[in-house]
């Protein structure tokens, strides 16, 4: 379906909402515009780095609270959008270690209502918590060896998750390539999942090399094709992120009020679609730029792109 369908049918007011991606990486883009542009409100973000499609959601003044391991955009500094709001208490933020996070969502997938770890043991994340009525854990004693402590953590379910994948066919047999971090489990825990893609390819291609299929059909809500989905953030073998945009939304983060404002109505308010903000980027000509530098750097490696 058309991703405007998508976010009207499965993201509302209120919704806990998995972001996929990582850093600067296949970040969902072009459905995090589409939510801003349907003014979706109150909503809950969880993931691990929750990145640059958290912090447009927070300076668009959509989001209530996250959960997550970190928000910032890796050698282009913190997000600035989210961390204002965190400092001055207008949005609540949850620490867990990145591991937490893909534990909570395993134990969602797996219909489990929590789920043991030792990763956050000793660490300050357990001593800080956001001011909610939400219990953070439970640490308790190892049955089978007493004197071992062990963390407890919740199950988490979100009712919508957005992805950005390379391939899937229509009926949403998806191909992540690269990194795939948290999504699988928090794809499987989610009661609905959005997924905007590069390519659509036939389900005998899936059916053919069936052991190279990340998410099968039956955990997608809705297939997207959406070239160049992820930008400013990169999509393996398809295209690198794109520095010179990410500096420029940076400082805009930075400044705050007046700037944050402008980006959005320029690029987000001001597009009626995800191909209308490609050209206002540079267009064909940039979008071909970073073709050309992913392809550089897969050769390097040695790979085919």
């Not at 499609?53 to 997550?68: N, P, Q, Y």
Request: hydrophobic share 35%; aromatic share 8%; with cysteine.
């Amino acid at each position: 379906m058309g991703l405007r369908e998508a976010v009207g049918r499965f993201v509302f007011d209120g919704a806990v909402v998995g972001l996929g991606g990582q850093n600067i990486g296949r970040c969902a883009m072009a459905t995090v515009h589409e939510i801003i542009r349907q003014g979706k409100r109150d909503l809950t973000l969880v993931g691990c780095n929750l990145s640059i499609s958290m912090d447009l959601l927070v300076g668009a003044d959509l989001v209530r609270r996250c959960e997550g391991g970190s928000g910032n955009l890796e050698r282009f500094g913190s997000t600035f959008c989210w961390r204002r709001k965190v400092q001055s208490g207008e949005i609540e933020m949850e620490d867990f270690s990145h591991l937490g996070m893909v534990s909570r969502f395993l134990a969602g997938e797996m219909g489990l209502p929590f789920m043991p770890t030792k990763s956050l043991l000793g660490s300050d994340i357990l001593v800080h918590k956001a001011p909610s009525t939400v219990k953070k854990y439970e640490i308790i004693e190892n049955p089978w060896n007493p004197g071992e402590a062990v963390v407890l953590l919740p199950a988490l379910n979100p009712d919508v998750s957005i992805i950005h994948v390379q391939k899937s066919d229509s009926m949403g047999n998806v191909i992540i390539g690269g990194f795939t971090t948290h999504e699988p489990e928090m794809v499987r825990a989610s009661r609905n999942t959005i997924v905007t893609c590069e390519e659509i390819i036939e389900s005998r291609q899936i059916r053919s090399d069936p052991e190279r299929t990340t998410l099968p059909h039956i955990y997608i809500s809705a297939v997207v094709h959406q070239p160049w989905g992820a930008h400013p953030t990169s999509t393996y073998r398809y295209y690198d992120f794109d520095a010179e945009h990410l500096r420029f939304y940076q400082e805009c983060a930075r400044a705050g009020g007046e700037q944050v404002k402008a980006y959005l109505d320029r690029f987000v308010f001001g597009s009626e679609s995800f191909q209308d903000y490609l050209e206002k980027v540079g267009g064909k000509e940039r979008l071909l730029q970073l073709e050309k530098a992913m392809k550089r750097l897969c050769a390097s490696k040695g790979e085919n792109p």
